[in-house]
């Protein structure tokens, strides 16, 4: 039996499928921050639903995944962007740090063209977090307060603000300080 070739870009971990002809990877530290997500996020389920009882775990827990739901849709923007200025990706990944879209190296990049799509690939990620936060806000109104429904989205709304306002940041790794350095590039 031939042994099985490491796809390029894709590290260990559950494979969920493929997008964009790559593989989406939930790295193993993905069950670390899960768990985590939910320690942290089911007592204050408890504190504003505490009728729930040991339900309030799964909802947590589904907070957990629609929180790195709001994440796959970030690197996927990512991966979208690439593919439009001719690049391949390699893998997206979910982790214990939120996720990253790995291209394949390209052997002709030209340097003016490299900036702009550096700028595009970095900044549409937050874009993607911050219309979903959009989204999220606006569907509030058609669930009642308290409701299950309405403490999801409450705070995959806010997780979303966050994660688009923290990744404009210019700092690198963060997508702002990726924004910075194409800006600065030419």
């Known amino acids: 039996m031939a042994a099985k070739k490491h796809q390029t870009g894709a590290s260990s971990g559950l494979r969920l499928g493929t997008v964009l002809g ?20 089911a007592p204050w389920v408890n504190t504003v639903r505490p009728d729930l009882g040991v339900w ?5 827990f589904a907070y957990a995944v629609l929180l790195f739901g709001s994440v796959f849709l970030h690197e996927l ?16 990944e979910l ?6 879209t790995r291209f394949e190296p390209q052997a002709d ?15 549409v990620g937050p874009i993607v977090n911050i219309v979903l936060a959009l989204l999220g806000w606006w569907c509030l109104s058609a669930v009642s307060p308290t409701s ?10 806010f997780a979303n603000v966050a994660l688009g306002a923290i990744n404009l940041l210019p700092g690198i790794p963060l997508d702002g300080g990726w924004a910075l350095q194409a800006l600065m590039w030419p």
Do not use: C, E, M
């Open 56 to 60: 309030a775990w799964f909802v947590a």
């Open 109 to 123: 990049n030209p340097r003016d063209k490299a900036a702009l799509t550096s700028f595009v690939i970095s900044i």
């Open 148 to 157: 299950v429904p309405w403490l999801l989205l409450i705070a995959v709304t």
């Open 77 to 92: 923007a990512h991966g979208v962007a690439g593919q439009f200025y001719g690049l391949k990706v390699a893998a997206i």
């Open 95 to 100: 982790n214990i740090w939120g996720g990253f």
């Open 22 to 41: 790559a593989p989406v990877i939930l790295a193993w530290s993905w069950f670390l921050a899960a768990f985590v997500i939910t320690i942290l996020f």
